[in-house]
């Protein structure tokens, strides 16, 4: 028994001290107890992380390129000048020394318009080039965004699992004290063992994690991350926004995502690559001047003579083995290739924005239900561990109920970074995450204003916004078999009748007789002579019709109304939220106003003939937008008390 303690002791205080060593590194290495910020940290990656930097020196040299592409419309000057010694054995002068001078002016005057698309050429390829510096930005953004998140994460699950740990250890203690006593079992003793080295284990793995992705943090910036780092909140409109539509979502991306822009204005330069080889086919036109002068005559003698000459010079090749042709070949290949990065950027582009979207949506819903299981897990072990201590528990369900709590609180954390990364990925793909986060590269110019042409495209065409829209059949938290209202999950009859109304477990209902269905002829709020109107404050929850006795008391001032007046009715409108099938929330109006009318009739002795239910489901909403306070207002029971027509 010492033996094994020994071994537990050495084993927790390695743990505990890799851990404080490593707390202790992060320390030294950061800012101190201060806090930093994520925008601290990808504002410093983005002026200072070396791809970041090559990509602004190759947009540097693209904006030279234009430069020295303009050079050919302006003169050409050379100046040739020499002097020389000469010992000969003829002439009348044999040994002499001899001076010259010339300068040169050439204008191209027509080149097949060779100049003019170099230049068109290179000034959209600055504009790549800037897209793919702006493109370098949002990618170091992201992985500086992943990695502090991801270090926030583990050392977030180090802590939890480093508390899951001390508890075992003090379960540990408590058996191993009831063996020594003679009043506990060796095998609860060996069982406790076992999960205090798996709770040792979990340790030691977190803290591997948390190691990996400080390194990965550590390439990116250039330090260590600080011990106190501040929390991750992205508030973006542009996500806010388009979260609910994934089309919006991907056609607003296709216009703002950098790589894709590179790879569209790339297509134009490479066309004026075309242009460029097509002009070799042209002849060229020069206008050349000279002047020259020399101190010996053409029989080397000592007499100073000048020459000056200025005309056009015409040159045109016939044959050159075929490599202007191939030249041409070549571009127009590269126009295709031009063409094949742009689908590709699509794809990318594409997949990165409905993988984001499907895990915002998708982990947005999980939430709750991760969080329920993490505080109801918490409960459990802390009501097991009580009766631990009394010997209502055994030591199974003690340590059960700690490793599930251990496991939902890991996995609820895990959900929350997985959401907030999910966002920062959105961000990212729409060209908008160093945007959102305020973040700017210095001394980068707008070269889009010097483009020489801006492309504009119909994203509908170029890089069409494919939706996946087969998820709703595979998921059975949304499969509806019958199509009416009631998940699979939830429906107890998947083969009710088309159109037929059903309960909240989806089988057919008995509609009340003395509830009748609207028709043409029934009285709306758009034909009736209407008394009084009232918004009754009824609400019902997320697909359900049920009115809650609590609620019944809100149809008081309706049913007043009726009785101070024989001769007037009532017509009960349901509304539904815009979350949902527009089809399901039509029908599910119609049923939660025919349960207020229900409940008129049972409970206020209502008569029949007085009530008209009508649903409007989403087509009148109060808020136009989908969260849930705006959910919460639109569902909802309106009445309006109208005159009834006399049967003359």
């Known amino acids: 028994m010492k033996f094994m303690k020994s071994v537990l002791t050495r084993v927790v205080i390695g743990a505990t001290g890799a851990v404080l060593a490593h707390a202790a590194i992060a320390q030294s290495n950061g800012v101190g107890n201060s806090s930093v910020s994520l925008e601290d940290y990808v504002r410093k990656v ?3 992380n070396p791809e970041v930097q090559a990509s602004w020196r190759q947009l540097q040299v693209a904006m030279s390129d234009v430069d020295i592409a303009r050079g050919g419309f302006r003169p050409q000057v050379d100046v040739l000048a ?11 002068d044999r040994e002499y020394m001899g001076h010259t001078g010339q300068i040169t002016l050439t204008q191209m005057l027509y080149d097949g318009f060779l100049t003019s698309s170099e230049v068109k050429r290179f000034k959209q390829a600055q504009v790549v080039r800037f897209f793919e510096l702006m493109g370098e930005i949002e990618q170091k953004s992201l992985d500086t965004s992943l990695a502090y998140m991801d270090v926030q994460l583990f050392r977030e699950l180090l802590k939890l699992a480093e508390e899951n740990l001390i508890t075992h250890v003090d379960v540990f203690k408590q058996i191993e004290e ?5 009043v506990g079992r060796r095998a609860d003793l060996e069982q406790i063992s076992g999960r205090l080295s798996l709770a040792e284990s979990n340790v030691l793995t977190e803290l591997s994690n948390l190691h990996d992705v400080t390194a990965r943090f550590l390439r990116l910036v250039g330090e260590k991350p600080a011990q106190n780092l501040q929390s991750v909140t992205i508030n973006s409109a542009f996500v806010d ?31 004026y690559a075309v242009d460029s080889a097509r002009s070799l086919y042209h002849p060229q036109v020069n206008l050349t001047a000279s002047y ?4 010996r005559d053409q029989a080397a003698l000592n007499n100073t003579i000048t020459e000056a000459s200025v005309g056009v010079n015409f040159s045109y090749n016939l044959y050159n083995g075929g490599s202007d042709r191939a030249a041409i070949r070549q571009a127009l290949s590269q126009v295709d290739l031009a063409k094949d990065l742009r689908d590709k950027a699509c794809i990318d582009m594409r997949q990165t924005v409905q993988i984001a979207y499907n895990d915002i949506i998708n982990i947005s819903e999980q939430l709750p239900s991760l969080n329920a299981h993490r505080l109801s897990s918490d409960r459990v072990k802390s009501a097991y561990m009580d009766q631990f201590t009394i010997g209502e528990r055994s030591l199974l369900d003690l340590l059960d109920s700690e490793n599930e709590y251990y496991e939902s609180s890991r996995a609820y954390l895990e959900a929350q970074y997985t959401l907030e990364k999910a966002r920062v990925r959105l961000l990212a793909a729409s060209g908008s995450l160093a945007n959102t986060l305020g973040i700017t590269k210095e001394g980068v110019p707008d070269v889009l204003d010097k483009a020489e042409e801006k492309i504009t495209y119909d994203p509908n065409y170029v890089c069409p916004a494919v939706r996946t829209n ?5 998921n059975i938290l949304k499969r509806d078999t019958d199509g009416d209202g009631i998940v699979d999950l939830w429906d107890d009859c998947v083969d009710s009748t088309p159109g037929a109304a059903v309960d909240d477990f989806g089988c057919e209902a008995k509609e009340p007789e003395m509830v009748p269905e609207p028709s043409a002829a029934d009285f709306t709020l758009d034909n009736a002579n209407i008394i009084e109107s009232f918004n009754v404050n009824i609400e019902f929850a997320s697909n359900s019709t049920e009115v809650l006795p609590k609620y019944e008391n809100s149809l008081q001032d309706v049913i007043s109304a009726l009785n101070n007046d024989p001769n007037s009715g009532v017509i009960i409108h349901g509304h539904a939220s815009l979350d949902g099938d527009a089809a399901y929330n039509q029908r599910l109006s119609e049923r939660r106003a025919k349960a207020v009318a229900s409940l008129l009739m049972t409970k206020a002795n209502i008569e029949a003939r007085r009530i008209t239910a009508v649903g409007y489901g989403e087509s009148r909403p109060l808020v136009d937008e989908e969260s849930d306070e705006a959910n919460a207002r639109n569902r909802r029971i309106e009445a309006a008390i109208i005159q009834l027509p006399t049967n003359e």
Request: hydrophobic share 35%.
């Open 46 to 48: 983005v002026n200072e």
């Open 82 to 92: 020499s002097s020389a010694y000469t010992d000969r054995n003829y002439g009348l």
């Open 178 to 182: 009831s063996v020594e006593a003679g």
């Open 241 to 271: 926004a388009n979260v609910t539509d994934i089309q919006s979502l991907l056609t607003s991306a296709y216009g703002t995502n950098p790589q894709f822009n590179a790879a569209i204005y790339n297509i134009d330069a490479q066309r």
């Open 292 to 295: 020259g002068a020399q101190t």
């Open 470 to 474: 087969f998820e709703d059949e595979l």
